[in-house]
């Protein structure tokens, strides 16, 4: 009983937000951003939004993408960026350099909408390392120290989500006689 409570206590202390920030797949158990956006286009048009996004966004894509099929409606980017070390001296590693993270950015892109999915989050180490791993206050990798990496990668996602559906809306078109 006392450890059922204690348990439960040290659950409820988890910040909130820290499960809200970090969606799970609940079949896989795994991080996972996800959702179908409605946008004006075809597939074709779709696609070229796409790209020119990620150019835009990160200066130049074709490093990252992995898998490009514009007839099937397919971009698919692994996504690397720095974890700022100026945010948390922990995350520097053993040389003192700043830690990266990563994740599989797939967009499947039909007339009229598309679905983005945002998967195998993980901190690039010697070995890559899974965040779930340090989602669970009952695991041996939890320390609650690694809480705001975790709102971190969570932030720049949300950055890049945002991001990404602005760059996916249709320019705005002028008539010629207004100007």
Do not use: C
């Amino acid at each position: 009983m006392l450890l059922t409570f204690f348990i439960q206590a040290t659950w409820s202390t988890a910040p909130k937000n820290q499960k809200e920030s970090m969606p799970i797949n609940e079949q896989t158990g795994k991080i996972q951003y996800q959702q179908v956006v409605h946008a004006d286009g075809t597939t074709r048009e779709l696609f070229f939004r796409a790209v020119t996004w990620m150019n835009q966004y990160w200066g130049n894509a074709r490093g990252m993408i992995t898998r490009q099929d514009a007839s099937n409606g397919i971009l698919e980017a692994e996504v690397k960026f720095d974890i700022d070390p100026r945010d948390n001296h922990m995350l520097l590693d053993e040389q003192g350099e700043e830690k990266r993270a990563s994740y599989m950015l797939t967009l499947q892109l039909r007339d009229g909408r598309y679905r983005y999915t945002i998967e195998q989050v993980k901190l690039l180490r010697k070995k890559p390392f899974p965040l779930e791993n340090w989602m669970n206050p009952q695991s041996d990798q939890y320390e609650s120290r690694n809480i705001h990496v975790l709102q971190y990668i969570h932030q720049e996602i949300q950055t890049v989500i945002e991001s990404m559906k602005q760059g996916m809306s249709p320019e705005e078109e002028y008539d010629d006689d207004d100007w």
